[in-house]
Each structure stands twice: as C-alpha cells, then as structure tokens.
C-alpha cells in the first residue's frame, strides 16, 4: 500500500479519518461491504430487515494491535457499533453486524509470533488457522493439543472467543486450560494484557463473543507431537450403546484422545447425500494419541468395552477414513441443499433419552433429524442435531427454522443448553447460563463497554422481537403451523 493512497482520501467517504488510518485497507464500497451481512447461515432476507441493520456502514481490515486500538477510539468517537470478525464459521450472526457499524475483519493479523519448544508454548496473531498452526508446529515435532473442526478455517482468536471446546478436549481439556495469556484492545481502545490474574483477568475474555474486546495476541499451552495415533470405529446398536461405550471409555485409562458419535439417522443422512457411511447402526469414533503403549492400552480398552455392550469393532481402514474426514461434517449439506439444526451440551448419563424426544420429534414434524457429538469432557458431549432444508423456498425454510427451538427445548429438557450464543441464541440466555453467571457477564459488559458499541445484541441484548416470551410464542406457533400444514409445504 503506498503513501498516496492515505492521503488522497476520496471526500465522498463518510469517515475519512477512519480512512486516512489504514488507506485501502478501508472500504465504504457497497459491494465490499455486502459480504459482511452473512456467516455460514442463510437468513432470510424478511428476517434480516425486520430484526437488525447486518450492512455495516464500512469495513477495515487492520494489520496490528495499533490499528486496532486506533480504529476502535476512532470508531468512539463517531458512535459507530463495532463487530469483530475473523473466518466467520460461527452460525449464529456472532460476527454478524446488528447495528450497521464498521466491521473490523482482523484476517490480515494472522502468523505465528513465536515458539517456544522447551516450555511448550506458542504466541500467535488472532487470525491464524488452528489448521495452519498445528501443521506448522508439527513439522517442529510439536502440536497444538486441542482443536475445532472447523480447524482449517477457524481462527485461534474465534475458537477463544466461543467456548473453546472439540477435538483433543476430552484429553487436554477445553482450550480455557490452554491460555497462557491475551492481548486485548479493550472497547475504550486501551491495550491490555491479560494472564490469568490480571485487572480484568483473561477468563473475562473467553467465550466472550467479541463484546468485551479484540484479542490481539495468543500465547498458549502446546505439545511434544504424538508418536502415534489410535483410531477406533466401533459400529453400535443405538444411542444407548454409544452412550454406555463412550462414558466407559471415558473413565477408563488412558484418556482417549477424542469420542466421536453418529446415529443411525446421521449415517442415513450421509448415504442420501451421496456418502457410503460404514454402518447402518450408530457409530462410535474413538482415538488415542500417544506412545504405543498409551495405543495399545487404548485399543485393549476399546475391544474389551465395545464387546460388553454388544459393539462391533469395525476394520481398521474404515477408522481411518473417518478420522481423515472429521473436518467434513459439512458434506451432509448436499442432502439439503440447506441444513439447519442445534448444537447444545448434554450430560453424557442423558444423550439416550435425548435421542429418544429427538427421534420423536423427527416422527411428528415428518424430518430427518440426524444427530452426532463428541464427549469434551468426561461427563459432557456437544452435540449436533441437523435437519435438511431448502433456503431457496424461503416459506418453508421459515416454518423449517421453528424446528431448532423444539430440539433446544428437548435438550434443556435433559439439562442441556446450547453451545455458543451470538445474536440468534439470546433469547435463550437465561436458560443457557446460571442466573449469577448472567448477571456477573452483565457487570463484566457494563464495566469494559459501558457504552454498548462493542458487539451489540450478542448475548446480552437482543430486539424485541427476540425477547424470550415473544421468540418463544412465535417459534412454537410456527412449529405448529408447520406440523398441521405439512402437506401443503
Ligand atoms: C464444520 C464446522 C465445525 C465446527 N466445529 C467446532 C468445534 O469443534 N468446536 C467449536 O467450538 N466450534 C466449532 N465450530 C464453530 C466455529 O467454527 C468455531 O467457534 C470457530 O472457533 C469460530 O472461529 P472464527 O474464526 O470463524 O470466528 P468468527 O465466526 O469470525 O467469530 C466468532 C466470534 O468471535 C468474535 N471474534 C473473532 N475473532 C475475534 C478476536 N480476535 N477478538 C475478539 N473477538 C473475536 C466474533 O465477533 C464472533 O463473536 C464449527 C463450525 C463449523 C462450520
């Protein structure tokens, strides 16, 4: 970028001063900022006007910490709503605008800062692909000990940003055990760093969801890479079996590094996508990651488990396979051509019964619903429950949106909640969180971003029209609607 472009500044732009910090890293152009309005899910257009402003008035693209804080003070001072925004893999309008505002998309604050093989710690920018990051460091011999997956195109900072839980996690733990410190430019545009006893501490920053502040820097806890890796696919009766299998896995030692579960009903959505999935049962992925005797005490557990409760370990080739695919969950979205659904925690001793008012449901509204997981803690899964839908028949896929507030229901109906918040979850927040959590989020919010310009509605306020009695009314009307009306759709 040349000196020139700073300072011939085009006088029909609404906020030269913003324009004159990062030249053409800034745009007001329409079209540029049209690809700002989306994540990975389709709203309908009718939704979008009714409920929040998604185009956001410009986009700036800044390449360190100062032009971060630079652009944050600049965006006080002309009151503009600010959204943080990385590979935007969330699908909950997360890094969506709701309040037109300047988006600052932080993909130009990517690489890795520094390694440090003998402590086993990295620093990294914000933007840097979880993917990017392990195979770096495995060409090292070190490797990061957690990851989405969604790892090759989930940015570190997003992942901090959510709850920080997927592949790795039931070993090492989720990545809040993982952060060593962060640094942040804070909604009054100050830099801070956070550790772990810092004024505010780092914890305040994770799974915060951009609305505390843009994180600017990560350094974190990796690990020697691996000497090998186990994997295990053992095909299961149902949802019963994949629940008794993975929680005994679970307790038993070593750790598996990772347990992940499809049902039958995924499986079948997978072959009418196109996919020869390996069994007409559920299946139960397990892995193990270590030194060979950490594998083969794995494997000894597997056979002895799986046997117990009727699994059948199936060949070593299949396993394989679906380990290589783990970062393709999206594929049964050629069933759809749109899928919709829910993700929640569920206590691991509760998944059966969930399958079981998730396989009622699927009867009544006539769907497919497919659900898998992974167990990220010894007594948690997250779990997936998908649906195909069509978002180029958008009265439909209107009434079809209704059926992801039934599957919350049936989750907080076992004690879970959902995963992830952003815009479209708040009216759940009460339920997804205890009420002292809530309230000590607010006072962190009011605290950091008195004004309310960072982030706005993700998590704590949302429109009216999502307040938790209205969404709720409107949701199972349409849920109704949809039941009675099935033939006309
Ligand atoms: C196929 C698939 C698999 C997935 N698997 C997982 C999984 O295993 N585990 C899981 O937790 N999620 C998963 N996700 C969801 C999502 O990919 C992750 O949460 C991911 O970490 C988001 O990162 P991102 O870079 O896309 O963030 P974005 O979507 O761009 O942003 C997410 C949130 O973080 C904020 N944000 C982003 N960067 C910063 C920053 N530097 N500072 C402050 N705020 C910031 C944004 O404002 C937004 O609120 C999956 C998604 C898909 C599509």
Not at 22 to 28: N, V
Request: proline share 6%; hydrophobic share 45%; charged share 20%.
């Amino acid at each position: 970028m040349s000196q020139a472009v700073h300072l011939a500044t085009p006088p029909s732009l609404h906020f030269p001063e913003l324009a004159k910090l990062l030249g053409d890293r800034y745009t007001e152009n329409n079209f540029e900022r049209a690809f700002y309005r989306r994540d990975l899910a389709f709203v309908p257009p009718i939704l979008e006007m009714v409920l929040a402003r998604t185009l956001p008035q410009c986009v700036a693209r800044p390449r360190d910490a100062d032009e971060v804080a630079a652009l944050v003070r600049g965006a006080r001072t002309h009151q503009l709503a600010i959204t943080p925004r990385a590979a935007a893999t969330t699908v909950y309008w997360n890094s969506v605008p709701t309040r037109a505002g300047i988006v600052i998309d932080l993909n130009a604050l990517r690489g890795i800062v520094s390694v440090n093989a003998e402590n086993l710690t990295a620093t990294v920018l914000p933007a840097t692909r979880w993917g990017e990051l392990d195979a770096a460091l495995r060409r090292r011999g070190l490797a990061t000990r957690t990851y989405p997956t969604s790892a090759p195109s989930a940015t570190v900072g997003g992942w901090v940003s959510m709850e920080g839980f997927g592949i790795g996690s039931l070993q090492f733990g989720g990545l809040a055990q993982q952060l060593i410190a962060l640094d942040v430019v804070l909604p009054d545009g100050r830099a801070h760093h956070a550790t772990r006893d810092s004024d505010p501490p780092l914890s305040w920053f994770l799974g915060s969801e951009g609305t505390l502040g843009i994180i600017t820097a990560i350094e974190l806890a990796i690990r020697r890479a691996p000497e090998k890796t186990g994997k295990h696919l053992v095909a299961l009766r149902d949802l019963v079996a994949v629940q008794n299998v993975a929680r005994a896995l679970a307790q038993s030692a070593p750790t598996p590094y990772n347990l992940h579960f499809s049902d039958a009903a995924h499986l079948r959505l997978l072959r009418a996508a196109g996919f020869a999935p390996p069994t007409e049962q559920a299946m139960l992925l397990i892995t193990y990651e270590g030194d060979a005797n950490h594998i083969a005490a794995g494997a000894q557990n597997v056979y002895a488990i799986a046997q117990k409760f009727g699994g059948e370990i199936l060949p070593d080739d299949l396993a394989a396979r679906e380990w290589g695919e783990r970062f393709a969950a999206l594929r049964v979205k050629r069933a759809g051509p749109t899928v919709l659904g829910s993700e929640t925690w569920l206590r691991a001793d509760r998944l059966a019964e969930y399958g079981a008012d998730v396989a009622h449901l699927a009867n009544r509204q006539r769907v497919t619903l497919a659900t898998y997981g992974t167990l990220v803690t010894q007594d948690e899964f997250t779990v997936m429950t998908v649906y195909p839908s069509d978002e180029s028949r958008q009265l439909a896929y209107i009434f079809d949106l209704s059926l992801t507030k039934q599957l919350y229901d049936l989750a907080f109906r076992r004690g879970g909640r959902p995963y992830g918040i952003g815009f479209w979850n708040a009216p759940y927040r009460h339920r997804a969180m205890p009420a002292h959590e809530l309230a000590e989020r607010r006072a962190r919010k009011r605290q950091l971003d008195p004004t309310n310009g960072m982030n706005p509605d993700k998590i704590f306020v949302a429109s009216p029209i999502l307040s938790p009695l209205i969404f709720s009314l409107g949701m199972n009307a349409l849920a109704w609607a949809r039941r009675v009306g099935g033939a006309w759709r």
